[in-house]
DNA sequence: ACGGCTCTGGACCGTATGGTCCAGCCGTCT
DNA sequence: AGACGGCTGGACCATACGGTCCAGAGCCGT
């Protein structure tokens, strides 16, 4: 069904799941297929034409945008932390990031959306976690590769910590408004692997 | 108007509240007032006369309920940290108890219903942290106290990325089902105040 | 140029759901 | 005992919303 799509046809696609991330993020769960049809300037047949398994699927796809872009906002800088300046950086961009989006999760407004009980949310939400967990593994061992924590290091409850405190940290944010407590969670997490880092002579 | 309640209506009234709490933990989103209606065994009526505002007073009142059961039941432990024995205690109270949840997030399935633009809604959750980082400072103080930890140990910064730690710990494993990040974070967390441990002679 | 496909518009439908209303019950107070 | 007022049942309403359908426009290969 999606191979017969044509350059105009994709390109409407496309239109719509953006219009939906944006209605999404505006109206939360409120956020009605009509809503999204007169935003992205369609029509209702045209929704159920591109996504004939209805509102679900179309929340799915808008959740796996909504997803991608998570990682991808963190870049470059998630990719290469390997000095303890890069991880500062990228605390930065974190902070920054989830400051902008301020008191709206589109992910979290689409996982309660369409429930656990379908697999496929659940799916992109378990992915794009254990991707995230990953990346930042990945650069808690090029420090420690670096000689600056010992080779014994615990890398992975470092990361799985790590991504707890973000994910918390971004959720009191919502509740509050405030990012204090993003930025503890990061500061606290990268003060406390430099301290248990190889002294430098 | 609360004033005028009889203890019938009271008692009534907060089978409405157990009822209805029940009922969101199983059904999530998309419980609805005819489901807690039938759970109560009452009618559509007593719905309206005990929360004449509709739905949102009484998902309200379920969230005021819900946000209190999540500090009773980390009693008394929460209470009395002044030990690293009683942190670890406490630890494993907290993760019996969001492990027993299971997959439900009652208090964030509440807020994401009502929203963000409800005050009330808000407000109880703000709250809610509030007490809670308010407890773990209390311990940190405790232990620092003590003489555990150093005098100028900064306890508000613990406790904030400890609840942030927490946080993130439970949204993950209402995704994944896994309590492992749970369990990373308090680990780490009290690892990490540990090894700023005064030194015992 | 023509046949067939995708793409688009918009009227229409079924129903689930929050909310209203009123009649009658029952407890409680004097 | 009688009356007042809270308490309860359940029929009823309005409507918002997801989803269906069909007719026609527009593009594309042959």
């Known amino acids: 069904m999606t191979a017969a799509l044509t350059a105009k046809g994709r390109a409407t696609r496309a ?18 297929l009509d809503d999204i049809r007169s935003r992205s300037g369609t029509s209702k047949s045209q929704l159920f034409h591109y996504f ?47 400051e902008a989006q301020g008191d709206t999760c589109p992910l979290g407004t689409l996982f309660h959306q369409v429930g656990r009980s379908t697999p496929g949310a659940r799916a992109i939400v378990v992915e ?5 967990q990953e990346h930042l593994a990945a650069g808690v ?33 919502l509740a509050t408004g405030r990012p204090g407590h993003l930025e503890a969670a990061l500061d606290w997490g990268i003060a406390r692997m430099r301290e248990g880092a190889v002294p430098v002579g």
Chains 1, 2 share one sequence.
């Not at 398994?53 to 990682?71: F, H, M, P, S, T």
Request: glycine share 6%; net charge negative.
């Open 15 to 32: 239109r719509i799941v953006e219009s939906a991330a944006l209605v999404l993020r505006e109206s939360g769960v409120s956020a009605t």
């Open 128 to 132: 794009l976690l254990r991707t995230w």
């Open 141 to 173: 061992r090029a420090v420690r590769d670096n000689g600056l924590l010992p080779a014994s290091y615990d890398v992975d409850t470092a990361a799985a910590a790590l991504l707890a405190g973000i994910q918390g940290g971004v959720s009191i944010m």
């Open 52 to 98: 004939p398994e209805g509102k679900d699927q179309l929340l799915l796809a808008v959740a796996q945008y909504e997803a991608d872009r998570v990682l991808d906002d963190q870049q470059p800088y998630l990719g290469c932390l390997d000095t303890w300046e890069a991880w500062y950086r990228w605390r930065d961009v974190v902070v920054a990031r989830y």
